[in-house]
């Protein structure tokens, strides 16, 4: 790693303590009204902290962390790739968007393999998530790439669509089936067979991520490949039924099912077939994907049977592990992280979060790369997650992930400490207030234990949030009250608690703050100049 030395900043001090960075996961700046929950909830550390002089705001969304544009909401790998990169990298959903439009996703070996299979006499399989969130994935992807299959001649193509409810309205899946079936019945009455097959909502079927319950997955391997699950005459019907029978739920809790004629499924996957992932974003795809690569080696439930067909995701989710080994668009390229750097001067790491973060502080901070970069040097520790809807222990594992990081900066092993609280995310996705509410009460608790430790320790307390959420609880039209799942436009808090003294620390007049600033700062807090293209810090040092 020597091509990675960094220049030691001019007059600086030592000091004994860590460098300890917070994300408070889905917790913005809100309108400070009924509708916010960071605002509405009691938080006398956090209240403090934003009225410290080392205290601004950061851009967490749109163009600042390389989403399309600023219309679009910032989210937990892009905000944590930003974090961890130093610069921003077009991302995920611009990246397919330009790909398809190009018409480079057309042309790559991935693609046309695909093709080539269900042109064979097989059938082409679409599976992901049905919305326009664009967080995971966008609506408009999977209806171009049924143009361009209808274009080409594709026979027969099934659908595998998973409800949202998280990113975009929680009881909205109703609009984008219709969507997806007016576009069914135009490519159909030119001769196609295209059909949608399966179903189900993204928290119960498929999407589960960082092996927090394979039981998710191994649902969707049943209604997806199997055909195995409870059997309805259309995708809307099958939602709307689930409305009727639990007025309560949402989309992203709907049971799985599959569309079925005649007592017999429409769809299920077989051999010489093809699949296509369509999610572009990576941790809730790498498990079915490897229900589908590992062949004889799966062991996290019995598939019963494992058809061998072409398998491609979006795009690779894990550039280490290289998972998929086929894609269709090529993720970004992101290199020379600050934890390269870090480990590259020698800088002794801890990093936390429970099992449904534990990814983003190290997989998306390290650039969509799984793993140690320096075993020697780093410390990853992961808290198992409870297995509830986040609704009902809104507190999750703080007080657990705040032991841990208090242990760590007792021992004096670890300069530089990373955790991200998940809270105000994970609930606030279930929009139930006064969850919410609790959520960000139990990360202002983690905060009040936590800091403390570092003041003790001599060290530096870095606070800031990857995107909004907790900030908006609900919206209102027409005088009615919506619950709002998704994250938010708004701006993150950022602070610096420096217990030291060692160093004359002042906020940088920048025109324009996002999340890709704080990678030089946390280098300067920790005695280094910034590479040279990586973005301005927030912060001089005298």
């Known amino acids: 790693m020597s091509n990675l030395a960094l ?59 390389g989403m399309p544009t600023d219309e679009d909401m910032g989210n937990s790998e892009v905000g944590h790739n930003a974090l961890g990169a130093g610069r921003v990298f077009a991302q995920g959903a611009k ?139 259309s995708a809307a019907v099958a939602v709307q039924t689930y409305y009727d029978e639990d007025p309560t739920i949402t989309d992203q809790y709907l049971e799985s099912y599959v569309i079925a004629e005649d007592g017999k499924p429409v769809g299920t996957i077989e051999d010489d077939d093809a699949v296509i992932f369509f999610n572009f974003r990576g941790d809730r795809g790498i498990e079915i994907t490897k229900c589908f690569e590992e062949g004889a080696a799966f062991d996290k439930f019995d598939r019963k049977r494992c058809p061998k067909v072409f398998y491609a995701g979006m795009m690779q989710y894990d550039g280490d592990a290289l998972i998929p080994k086929n ?49 020697k040097l780093e410390t990853y520790v992961e808290v198992p997650s409870d297995r509830v809807t986040c609704d009902q222990r809104p507190w999750m594992k703080a007080a657990e992930i705040t032991d841990a990081m208090i242990a760590a900066v007792e021992s004096g092993k670890h300069k530089f400490i990373r955790a991200n609280y998940p809270n105000g995310d994970m609930v606030g996705h279930t929009g139930v207030p006064i969850s919410i509410r609790i959520s960000v009460e139990a990360v202002d608790l983690a905060l009040r234990r936590l800091l403390p430790a570092i003041e003790k320790a001599k060290g530096i307390a870095v606070i800031t949030a990857d995107h909004g959420n907790a900030d908006c609880m609900f919206t209102e039209k027409k005088g009615k009250r919506e619950p709002m799942v998704a994250h938010t436009l708004n701006p993150v808090p950022f602070i610096i608690k420096d217990y030291t003294g060692a160093n004359a620390i002042d906020i940088r007049d920048l025109s324009a703050r996002g999340l890709s600033n704080v990678a030089s700062t946390l280098l300067n807090l920790l005695g280094y100049e910034k590479p040279a293209d990586y973005d301005e810090s927030l912060i001089t040092i005298k």
């Not at 409800?163 to 135009?186: F, P, W």
């Open 7 to 65: 220049k030691p900043l001019p007059n600086y001090k030592q000091f004994p303590g860590p460098v300890v960075f917070v994300v408070m996961d889905g917790v913005g700046i809100g309108k400070r009204d009924e509708s916010d929950g960071v605002w509405l909830a009691y938080t006398p550390v956090l209240d403090e902290l934003f009225q410290e002089r080392l205290y601004t705001q950061l851009k967490a969304h749109g163009t600042a962390v």
């Open 95 to 233: 990246l397919v968007s330009e790909a398809i439009v190009s018409g480079r996703l057309y042309e790559g070996a991935a693609w046309n393999a695909a093709v080539a299979k269900a042109k064979a006499g097989g059938t082409l399989h679409f599976i992901g998530l049905l919305s326009d969130g664009n967080v995971h994935s966008h609506i408009n992807h999977l209806l171009a790439m049924l143009d361009r299959c209808a274009a080409e001649g594709i026979a027969r193509v099934r659908l595998h669509v998973l409800a949202d409810g998280r990113d975009v309205g929680e009881k909205s899946a109703l609009g984008y089936l219709e969507t997806l079936e007016n576009k069914l019945a135009a490519l159909n009455a030119k001769g196609s067979d295209y059909k949608i097959a399966s179903g189900g909502g993204r928290m119960i079927t498929t999407m589960d991520r960082y092996n927090a319950d394979w039981s998710i997955v191994e649902r969707g391997w049943k209604a997806h490949v199997l055909g195995e699950a409870r059997q309805f005459p």
């Open 327 to 375: 894609y269709l668009v090529e993720p970004p390229a992101i290199e020379r992280t600050v934890a390269e750097y870090m480990c590259a001067q020698g800088i002794t790491t801890y990093a936390i979060s429970e099992t449904q973060k534990y990814g983003h502080i190290t997989y998306f901070w390290n650039g969509n790369n799984s793993g140690y970069i320096d075993e």
